[in-house]
């Protein structure tokens, strides 16, 4: 949590009381239902919290934009998101039942209002979004056939509306099988001196690049 504040200074009171809750609340559904490593999970705030909010250093969401979260497991990078902007409305998707359920249980523990979650997988989805986010989900050319024309197309953040992708390790390939659309990569470790933000990034990918 000191982690959180070192690099969140502006967080508000009630912020800092949300993300306190998450260590014991994971703790306790991790027990039933294993959405994070049971060795990782005292590592949840550097690991999971603060790699979902490497987002919040690209970009702050004005209020009113729409995110969805594909595959976001037990809710990464959605919850710590919807923490960080209230003002803004997530969208949490896994294909994964039991997954979803863990995400219902904290989004309603932390009051979270801008939250809504389905048991669904993305294809099937029928709304547009502002942004899409997701947490190295499977390989890009696969993400961008699943969330294309899934976008809205007036944009109104300081980035075009499009995809913010945490991703890591070797990813040649995949950015070949892209050419020539324009990427945007942002390593990490330019935000976070923790050694296991080496070798991340972030990719983002605006919608209007054939996505």
Not at 30 to 51: A, C, F, G, P, T
Not at 174 to 187: F, G
């Amino acid at each position: 949590m000191e982690r959180i504040l070192h690099y969140f200074p502006e967080i508000t009171a009630q912020q800092q009381q949300q993300f306190e809750k998450l260590l014991p609340l994971y703790t306790q559904w991790n027990e039933r239902i294993n959405v994070i490593s049971r060795k990782d999970i005292q590592n949840l705030y550097s690991h999971h919290v603060l790699h979902s909010l490497c987002i919040a250093k690209l970009i702050s969401f004005e209020a009113g934009t729409s995110v969805l979260d594909v595959g976001t497991g037990g809710g990464f990078p959605g919850i710590p998101l919807a923490i960080m902007f209230p003002d803004v409305t997530f969208h949490l998707v896994d294909s994964v039942g039991k997954k979803i359920k863990v995400v219902e249980a904290v989004a309603n523990e932390l009051n979270l209002n801008n939250v809504s979650y389905a048991h669904a997988r993305v294809e099937e989805l029928k709304s547009n979004y502002d942004f899409i986010v997701s947490r190295a989900l499977t390989s890009l050319p696969v993400l961008q056939q699943w969330i294309k024309n899934k976008f809205h197309k007036k944009s109104f953040n300081s980035l075009k509306n499009g995809l913010i992708y945490l991703k890591g390790g070797e990813m040649s390939e995949e950015l070949a099988a892209l050419y020539p659309q324009k990427i945007n990569i942002y390593s990490l470790d330019m935000w976070f001196t923790e050694t296991f933000f080496n070798e991340k990034c972030i990719i983002y990918l605006p919608a209007n690049e054939k996505v």
